[in-house]
C-alpha cells in the first residue's frame, strides 16, 4: 500500500542519514590521527564493526608483491606467511568496490589461502590513482550476506581511510625531515663545541634560537 511504501521510504532515508552522520565522525576521527600503523588499525576495526564481518585485515605493496601487514581477528601466525603477487593489479586497478573473492580473478592457491582464514571480500586501497595495498575483509557475522547498501558503505569507507592515510604519511614524511634537520644541528653544535669550547658557542645558538622565537 501507499502507507507501506512511505514507512519504508522514511527508514530508508533515516538510515542513510545515519551512514552520513556515521562516515562524517569516523573521518574527523581518521584524519586526526598521524601515524599510519595506528590508522589502519583503527581502520581495521571499524571496518569490522562497521561491516559486521568476522575479520578485517590489510596487505601493503612491497616491491612486486604485496604482504600481509595488519590483521584484526586472524591468526597472525598464519596469516603473515600471505602473500600475493602484483598481477593482482590489474585486476582491481580499474574497481573502486569492495569485490567478493568468489569469482574473483587471481591465482587460486593466493586465493585459497585467502578463504582458508575467513577472508571473503577485497578491495583495492589507492594512494594517487596507484593501488597501495589491499584490503580483506571477512564474511559476515551470523553468516548474512553483504547487500548492495553494505557494498556501498565499506566502499566510501575505504575512500575515507585512504584520505587520512595519504595524510599520515605526508605528516610523517615532514616530521622525518624535520627531525634530519634537527639531528644535522644538534651534530654542528656538537662538533662545533668541541672544537672552539662550550660557552661562547651555545650562548650563540641560545641566542639566535630565541630571537627565531619572537616571530
Do not use: W
Not at 11 to 36: A, C, G, H, P, Y
Not at 41 to 64: H, M, W, Y
Not at 74 to 101: C, D, H, M, R, W
Not at 117 to 123: F, K, Q, T
Amino acid at each position: 500500500t501507499e502507507t507501506e511504501s512511505k514507512t519504508e521510504l522514511n527508514k530508508q532515508l533515516k538510515r542513510k542519514v545515519l551512514e552520513l552522520k556515521t562516515l562524517f565522525s569516523i573521518s574527523t576521527d581518521f584524519n586526526s590521527i598521524r601515524e599510519r600503523k595506528k590508522l589502519i588499525d583503527i581502520f581495521l576495526l571499524t571496518s569490522i564493526a562497521q561491516g559486521g564481518v568476522e575479520a578485517a585485515a590489510f596487505f601493503e605493496k612491497t616491491g612486486p608483491v604485496f604482504k600481509a601487514a595488519f590483521s584484526k581477528g586472524l591468526n597472525t601466525e598464519t596469516f603473515e606467511k600471505i602473500n600475493i603477487s602484483g598481477e593482482i593489479e590489474q585486476a582491481i586497478i580499474y574497481n573502486n568496490a569492495v569485490i567478493p573473492l568468489d569469482g574473483f580473478e587471481m591465482k587460486e592457491d593466493e586465493k585459497r589461502a585467502l578463504k582458508k582464514e575467513g577472508l571473503e571480500y577485497i578491495c583495492g586501497f589507492r594512494q594517487k590513482d596507484e593501488i597501495a595495498g589491499l584490503v580483506l575483509l571477512g564474511k559476515r557475522i551470523a553468516g548474512r550476506g553483504m547487500k548492495e547498501g553494505d557494498f556501498e558503505f565499506l566502499r566510501i569507507l575505504v575512500n575515507v581511510a585512504q584520505g587520512a592515510y595519504e595524510n599520515a604519511v605526508m605528516f610523517e614524511r615532514e616530521h622525518d625531515r624535520t627531525l634530519g634537520i634537527v639531528k644535522t644541528l644538534i651534530s654542528l653544535i656538537e662538533e662545533n663545541t668541541l672544537r672552539k669550547g662550550s660557552s661562547e658557542i651555545v650562548s650563540r645558538y641560545v641566542g639566535m634560537i630565541a630571537k627565531n622565537s619572537e616571530y
